[in-house]
Nanobody
Framework: QVHLVESGGGSVQTGGSLRLSCAASGSTYDDSYCMGWVRQAPGKEREGVAAIEGDTITAYADSVKGRFTISKDNAKDILYLEMNNLKPEDTGMYYC???????????????????????RGQGTQVTVSA
């Protein structure tokens, strides 16, 4: 079983930055698996944001490309999402997800089509004010 705990959310103004963290643990956790982030804005469906293959190959939704950076520290079993130039439309609950073997592009596609896939934690709230 894999446990994921998100943290790092908060309230910022437009243009601000936040770094989210996701601590992974559990007997079946495999740091070679693809991982990613999804988010859910109030009143909207959950959507895939970013995915990472291993600890270097990444893929992003068009809405966050150039502003968000996903990374992973396999020594600490922590997944990160660095978010810069935040916009009000980035507001929402952010969840990390663990998928399995594959590519970052495949992982992002899974998260886009099935945004509940591999989500284990309670999420962390991000609020961006105008």
């Amino acid at each position: 079983q894999v446990h994921l705990v998100e943290s790092g959310g908060g309230s910022v103004q437009t243009g601000g930055s936040l770094r989210l963290s996701c601590a992974a643990s559990g007997s079946t956790y495999d740091d070679s698996y693809c991982m990613g982030w999804v988010r859910q804005a109030p009143g909207k469906e959950r959507e895939g944001v970013a995915a990472i293959e291993g600890d270097t190959i990444t893929a992003y939704a068009d809405s966050v490309k150039g502003r968000f950076t996903i990374s992973k520290d396999n020594a600490k079993d922590i997944l990160y999402l660095e978010m810069n130039n935040l916009k009000p439309e980035d507001t929402g609950m952010y969840y990390c997800a663990i998928l399995g073997p594959g590519t970052a592009i495949q992982a992002l596609a899974v998260l886009t089509l099935r945004p509940n896939f591999g989500v284990r934690g309670q999420g962390t709230q991000v609020t961006v004010s105008a």
